[in-house]
């Protein structure tokens, strides 16, 4: 269609055919039809500003020269429009355009505040973990050590079947664990009473999950992590100095056959 067209289109056509562009090869071939509604100062186009602000961002965000300008569009979304369906995704997407840029107090300000709204995203979780395990990447970067567990254990304890996100929030947890672990203070019996127990724990929760996750297709971890997890279980076991006895009681503990090999049932 040509421009001169767009002047003769609905409202509502303006915006289904925008949609249906943004998912085409092509998306910034929808710009134009949203361009036209948001020029538009007519109530009907009002209804559809939000909405096309919106899509526009999202497109604008894959493209280098443009996150400025879509950083824009999702906080109009927010503090103008205040268009409660697409908030949510507008402080994701403004988190996700930060953490890329390296701004990571700016992108962490947007994940807290999704963090907060436990009602958000509440019909599609894929998302809430998506959130989640940035949050830990955020805080990682941060030096927040303490923050990026907590956040990775949220995901993983949370949304332990969105394996996309909970596979790698794991294998993210356990490197920084085992980091603090190793790190800590011995040298009397009460702390190297600790540090036992601490050992035993991280070794227990990542034989829990491989055991919990021997059925899945290496496809579901797209970052490679879930095959890292199984390959790296015996470094653990040596690193957490995991003896015979401490692996049959905690292969007993968690109902795991003596017989069970990880690395056979991942095959």
Known sequence: ?????????????????????????????????????????TPDADLFKASAEFHIGVIEMRNATKVNSAKER??????????????????????????????????????????KEKNWFSKEKEKRAEAGMLMGEVAENQNDMVGAAKAYLSVL????????????????????SLKDIQAGEGGTPEKDAKKRERELALYKIYLKYIFMWQALKPEVSPTGALVALRRELGIYKSELKIEALDEVAIRAGLGIPDDWNPESAAK
Do not use: C, W
Not at 20 to 36: D, H, L, M, Q, R
């Open 1 to 41: 269609l040509g421009r001169f067209e767009k002047k003769k289109l609905s409202e509502y056509a303006l915006q289904k055919i925008g949609e249906n562009f943004s998912k085409g090869e092509n998306p910034f071939t929808a710009v134009p039809y949203y361009e036209e509604l948001l020029a538009r100062e």
């Open 74 to 115: 999702f906080r109009r979304v927010i503090n103008k429009y205040k268009d409660a369906a697409l908030i949510p995704e507008s402080h994701l997407n403004l988190a996700k355009i930060h953490f890329k840029a390296k701004e990571f107090n700016d992108a962490m300000e947007n994940l807290q505040i999704i963090n």
């Open 157 to 176: 304890s949370t949304y332990p079947n969105s394996y996309q996100y909970s596979t790698d929030a794991f294998h993210k947890y356990a490197k920084i």
